[in-house]
């Protein structure tokens, strides 16, 4: 099905030979790990010097625990190419780079990633890029199986728009593999259009078009390990990259650290909200409501009617005395604390400082009234004794029974800025006063603001007018319902209109530092008492720790340094910007998921993989242009994979009338396998139905040694046929959290997305069909999971879009 040039194996003195090679570059890893490993030992184990030398040794332990997890997950298939070059040199190419045994010898392996490298990637008969042989070495535990070589020189030419693999044997040989549940890395079987996506810029965004099978996954996250290599900037601030679902980074979750590499968070958008578990299930419905970029207007709104918007005067009794607000003193109050973009967090310390200097300031005032009564006293108008009465009364009910009255008989009327400050000072230990400022300009958490606005339906109607009854009613959540993926990037614009006053938190952190430096002094003292309890007198020369630290300096030396990597505290950090962000299955992502994923990279370096075919019910957009428009403009580009190196031809024939319905323009992907047993349809009644699909799981998983079978099945379906399938397959797994690595796994559409299987069984496709909205789509991804069969079962006519005309009857 390819033209490219004929592979052949070595002879044997050929396998000696690579062998003898293949030894000494393990042999020579095996050097530097010993090496970096004592390094890093060292780094760890010191212990003096200054707080600059610390946060140095820091940076370094980091730097070689970086270079050790590479050389320790280089341990598999070290090395798996070699290049003879017109030149008349030789390269070697692996998963890392070896230097020579000198420090002047030339590489013994260079990095896949490097670009000399390239050329075993995109060279073709039509284009040999300066390479006369390409050899592709297969390895196992330190030992060559199998070499097999590609001569570029002499061949007759092969027109350059011919689809040519590079190293055939060895990618077919690899997809021909059985699944392990786990994707694993394709270093060595990258082709020419894959590698041209992973090399490209990493400016900008960059969209990557490819139906099932092309390999959207493995150039994602080959892009994420080849920008780390070339960009080491990056390594400071590290990568993101948002997956579907857990299911799909759990299954995807090995490559990356086989590669090496550690600054990389994967992540799925239930996941991106630090300290928050969102796995809770919504209706679809709920899920495309709260995914509008109208919610970015809606939570603003929700945000502003909590800050002091009130249209009547609020009344409060302070110290004895009414007070009464106007509107438009608390509009106005409002508008200056929030000034200038400040967020209602960080303005509430404004308002409070505004409401509480118009409370003292009446107080005061009515405090003179009162005093403006002494007159009327000296001149006989009053009697003495009531009106101290009065007064000690109104003092006693603000400042407490033990505050000192006015003699009013002795003294002079305070003056008017000594009454104002004694009010101001009494106001914030004020209960009152305090509730008053709680209602008016609440300290709000972004959970506090979605669960009121959610449950309340008087504040969700005023949040959302233009939302109609039944839309608000979608947002309806208890107060204790858990929280969803949707939610997540709600909760993070809550968290960026609302801010977060850290005052509290510097302040602790000064007493535990103050702590820890206490605790020091007295170390330091032990330590000079007993020095002096041996007899050592002032005058002594010889030195001792008290004499050499500072209880500050042994405070920070022995502070809990942070040995995380950076994807582990980029994960519990929300704020966290990332050097550049890899979304797979983007077609799912909301316009308010974008929002989220622009704040991690405001530099809007992406790379964008998915199809627009698969797009789940909660998208409505039908293109890249709708989808990402909105969000980036006209700043991006688009790319596509066009070949399928995954699917058989007649598997994917079963997909192909569903494909056209979905998106018309969308060409299927030319696949390079075929000889696989066409999709079996089958037909049964909706009562036999759940007993029949479990034999057929049962069979599919027997028809292979360790083959890795998926049932499929409507979401709403899933428990019930799950169980039925569980009791035939004992060890079947299903559930929020499968395990992928059993035998055989009960997924719903969702699960299964991303995710590829030796076998699968379709359950129900006019289930699918009628279960969602985007029924099409969901019916497109079960059919397209299969690697080496498909089996569709059907209770019930078979679906208009699957009638094929090649397909096999029962």
Known sequence: MTSSPPEHPAEPDELHREQNRLGLLYRQMDVLREETGRELRDVLYESTGTAQARVERGATAARLGRRLAALEAAEHGLCFGRLDRTAGDRLY???IGVPGVGPDDDPLLIDWRAPAARPFYTATAAAPQGVR???????????VLRVDDEAFDGLAAIPDDTLQLSGEAALLAALREGKTGRMKDAVATLQAEQDRIIRAPHTGVLVVQGSPGTGKTVVALHRAAYLLYTHQRLERTGVLVVGPNPVFLDYVGQVLPGLGETSVLLSSVGGLYPGLSAVGEEPPGAAEVKGRLAMADILAAAVRARQAAVTEPVEVVLGGEFIRLTPEFLAEAAADA??????????????????FDELADRLARVIGEIEAGFEDILAGQLDVSE???AIKEDLAGVFGEGVAAYDLKAQEPVEFAERKAHWLDALPRDPVARKLLDSLW???????????????????????????????????????????????PLLDEAAELLGHDDRAE???EAARREERNDYAQGVLDIARGSRDRDGSSEESEQLHVSDLLSAEQLATWHAEADSRTIAERAATDRSWVFGHVIVDEAQDVSPMTWRLLVRRCPTRSFTIVGDVAQRSEAADSVSWRQILEPVFGARWRLTELTVNYRTPVEIMAASHRVLAEIAPDLSPAHAVRDGAEPPRYERTT???FPARLAEVAAGAARGGAGARVAVIVPTDELERLATAVAAAVPGASWG?????????????VRQAKGLEFDSVVVADPQGMLDGSPRGLSDLYVALTRASRSLHVLHPGPLPAVLDLRDRQPS
């Open 93 to 95: 190419v692996g998963r």
């Open 133 to 143: 042989l390409r050899r592709h070495l297969l390895t196992r535990n330190r030992r």
């Open 338 to 355: 929030t000034g200038d973009g400040v967020q209602h967090n960080l303005a509430r310390p404004a308002f409070r400082e505004a409401l």
């Open 387 to 389: 009106l101290d009465r």
């Open 442 to 488: 609440p300290l709000l958490t972004p959970e506090q603001l979605l669960t009121e606005l959610f449950a309340d339906p008087g504040l969700l109607a005023e949040a959302a007018p233009r939302l109609g009854d039944a839309e608000r009613a979608l947002l309806r959540r208890a107060p204790t319902a858990p929280w969803t993926p949707s939610d997540v």
């Open 506 to 508: 510097t302040a602790r």
């Open 686 to 688: 909706p009562e036999e």
């Open 736 to 748: 929020p959290d499968p395990d992928l690595e059993r035998g055989v796994a009960v997924l719903s």
